[in-house]
């Protein structure tokens, strides 16, 4: 094929009647090990300077989302996170809507026990600048994501290659994810006082099918009342990237009002250089593929990727263009 029409595809955009939910990959790295990431084989963009993301959300018109994502990769280990919030927060003063961040925490969680483990916590929130009006935190914590941490906390920077080794350390992690989960929940609770309008925490938990009940006993400290008001619980883990290692993966189906994933530092090409690295989509037209375009990382230009739908990202149909495109058609 010649050329390729931005947001054609498998999975046609149909917008929410209350805007688009927008998932922004400020940061595309990650240097955690969990044995579960569904993005490990993903291109998630470039590092690019924040200058970028500035630009980015200047132009977003805040009436056409319901909601900001923030992920990654690690969005915390970008070092300039608060100024990119600082223009988010400014963008969003009027409108109030959800600035929901997710995270795994390694980089603030604190396992000391008691008073000083939260003060600890509370202090990392802090200094990090994240908590603000309107942000929510969404701190991954299940048993993959407790490995992570254990291997963050001992020094490891490499995945369990076994599931044998991948239990072994889930274990000893979750023992250490229920005192940094403790210290969190309390911690938010402090800066609720802390700071205006700061919507509080969340934890994420993405389960393996039969293990919702082992994290509702490992985190038994929490209320009924508190589990059903900042808890949100999945079983099934997505059948891509380290999880397909892993027994009993899950496919997903697509979204009735799909997201749009913004990714920096990306560009869509119908051929990638000889020794670049890329990712393969999928052209479909009429049900049927018609040829392939390719995602390549690239930060040397200001383009960006962006993506509809989270079926197409997990499994590679064409339904994007540049970011530039995305605004102009949707989110200006």
Known sequence: MKN????????IPKLHPNGWE?????????????????S?????????????????????????????????????????????????????????????????????????????????????????????????IHLSADEHHAGSFYDYLTGRATSPKTLF?????????????????????????QLKKIVPRFRGCYLKIHCEKGQLNYHRNTYSFITDQEWKEHVIATEGLFDSGRALQLENTISISSDKYPPIFIIPGAEFVLEPSLHERYERYIVMENGNA???????????????????????????????????????????
């Open 4 to 11: 390729f029409k931005p947001f054609q595809g498998f999975s």
């Open 22 to 38: 927008v998932v922004y990959f400020l940061n595309p790295f990650c240097s955690g090990t969990c044995a579960h990431c569904w």
């Open 40 to 136: 490990a084989d993903k291109i998630l963009g470039s590092y690019m300077p924040v200058k970028w993301h500035i630009s980015f959300f200047e132009r977003v018109n805040f009436k056409k989302i319901r909601e900001l994502r923030i992920t990654g990769g690690e969005p915390l280990e970008y070092k300039k996170i608060s100024i990119v919030l600082d223009k988010i927060t400014e963008k969003n003063k009027n409108f109030q809507l959800p600035i929901r961040i997710f995270t795994s925490g390694r980089n603030i969680l604190s396992i000391k026990e008691g008073k000083e483990g939260i003060k600890e916590t509370l202090d990392n929130l802090l200094s990090v600048g994240i908590a603000r009006e309107s942000v929510e």
């Open 165 to 189: 080794e991948i239990r072994k350390r889930n274990q000893v992690g979750m023992k250490l994810m229920r005192i940094a989960v403790k210290n969190f929940l309390t911690a938010c609770k």
């Open 290 to 332: 018609s040829g392939e375009v390719y995602l390549v990382p690239n930060s040397k230009n200001s383009k960006g990727a962006a993506i509809i739908g989270f079926y197409n990202l997990m499994y590679n149909y064409f339904c994007g263009g540049s970011v530039n495109e995305a605004l102009r058609m949707f989110l200006e």
